[in-house]
């Protein structure tokens, strides 16, 4: 049955999530730890009709190892080959896989410095693959499976095993796995996702206020032509994909300059295996202009310095607290699910599909029209159960969007 519903996951995500096509060449990143679900889908991609598939395998505890042990250079470092593989690839049309699957403190007792550089060399290498994504040019679907020490700290009071198969049952309702017909749900649960899409389109919101109980008060500027989006995106050659599953959000950029107040964070983030937890930002004309974390502040302060852009807000995302992933009550201390369960605000890019002609802007277009530019791009969650959000149109009608942590129409 196990192995069963892990080939069902396989296909849902080949088929469904990435889409890959005929001829397709398509790219898995994934922990070694994964090897096996990796090669599931590499089988299902094969079968489906893709001309090949390249696994980009990656040793988290080896990472670790060169964290430690690595002379000091190497961190602002890349390798070639590396970047030359995603690039030429996706150059040519290439779908990617990511497994989302780490341990969220296995670097708590790294240099965040070096962790902080070797970050930003890598974004810096893969600034053209990345744009490639967030453009939506290529079809990508980040997906997670569990591995042991990510199960451990969900499920600290479990054995192994135990922590194993509960988290895989977690994954597998959250991306409905599940339901007699897994694809025939995720077409339902488009449907509603579009319903609230159209919504937030038909009245053009300028600014978006948020307001709860530990403290948040926050003003969101949103530019003119901004545009809702969510679930299903479309490459320009028309091919429909699902970047994320799961997902339960919508999402838009605001205007660079124009968040302004003070936001709680409501989850922690895992940042590139170290957790940032109980922070606070306070915003003036879009910057972060002071913060403060209960844990992960270096993390936090080399995150907001990796460039100019990434003290900035790229990503305004809507998620109703009354939800699958929050009802279950499960912390995955995992973006991907915890960004699921709450709405959320990201650090750094915004995507340039979200305002009307974005795709087909030039840089210096694209930040003309208040669209913030970064290396990274970082989720974090604010949704809480007593979260207010109201919608002011240009004429100042105020309109309820969110009350008590889910939406109000």
Not at 10 to 29: E, F, S
Not at 87 to 103: C, K, P, Y
Request: charged share 25%; hydrophobic share 40%; with cysteine.
């Amino acid at each position: 049955m196990e192995q069963e519903l892990m080939k069902k996951y396989a296909r849902l995500i080949v088929k469904t999530g990435v889409n890959v096509q005929k001829d397709q060449t398509l790219i898995i990143v994934s922990p070694i730890e994964c090897a096996p679900f990796a090669r599931a889908m590499a089988e299902v991609a094969y079968q489906t009709g893709a001309r090949d598939v390249v696994i980009s395998w990656r040793d988290e505890l080896f990472a670790k190892l060169r964290y430690q042990m690595g002379p000091d250079e190497i961190f602002d470092e890349f390798p070639a080959w590396q970047k030359d593989m995603f690039v030429n690839l996706t150059r040519q049309g290439a779908g990617v896989i990511s497994i989302a699957a780490s341990d969220p403190e296995l670097l708590k007792d790294v240099d965040p410095d070096r962790v902080a550089r070797a970050m930003k060399a890598s974004t810096s290498a893969l600034k053209e693959y990345r744009e490639r994504m967030m453009a939506h040019r290529n079809t990508w679907c980040v997906v997670s499976m569990p591995t042991k020490a990510w199960a451990a700290k969900v499920f600290p009071q479990l054995d192994e095993e135990a922590a194993l198969e509960k988290l895989w049952q977690a994954i597998y309702q959250a991306v409905r796995v599940n339901e007699a017909d897994p694809v025939a749900a995720w077409q339902q649960h488009q449907a509603k996702l579009q319903a609230a899409m159209d919504f937030m389109n038909g009245h053009t919101f300028r600014y978006l206020k948020y307001k709860n109980g530990l403290g948040t008060d926050l003003t969101i500027e949103l530019p003119k032509e901004h545009l809702w989006l969510g679930g299903s995106e479309r490459t320009p050659g028309g091919v429909d994909f699902f970047a994320n599953m799961p997902t339960e959000e919508i999402f838009t950029l605001p205007l660079k300059s124009g968040i302004n107040g003070t936001v709680y964070s409501s989850k922690p983030l895992n940042y590139h295996g170290n957790l940032i937890d109980r922070f606070c930002l306070t915003f003036e004309a879009g910057r972060v202009v002071s913060f403060s974390a209960e844990q992960g502040y270096e993390v936090l302060k080399n995150l907001l310095e990796t460039d100019e852009g990434a003290s900035f807000i790229g990503e305004v995302a809507l998620v109703p607290f009354d939800s699958p992933i929050s009802n279950s009550g499960i912390l995955f201390y995992n973006t991907l699910f915890d960004e699921n369960a709450s709405c959320h605000l990201a650090f750094g890019k915004a995507y340039p599909i979200c305002i009307k002609g974005g795709e087909g802007l030039s840089p210096e277009e694209l930040a003309e029209r208040g669209v913030n530019d970064s290396l990274v791009h970082e989720d974090f969650m604010v949704g809480t159960a007593d979260l207010s959000i109201t919608g002011i149109t240009a004429d100042g009608t105020e309109v309820p969007v969110f009350r008590q942590g889910n939406f109000a129409f």
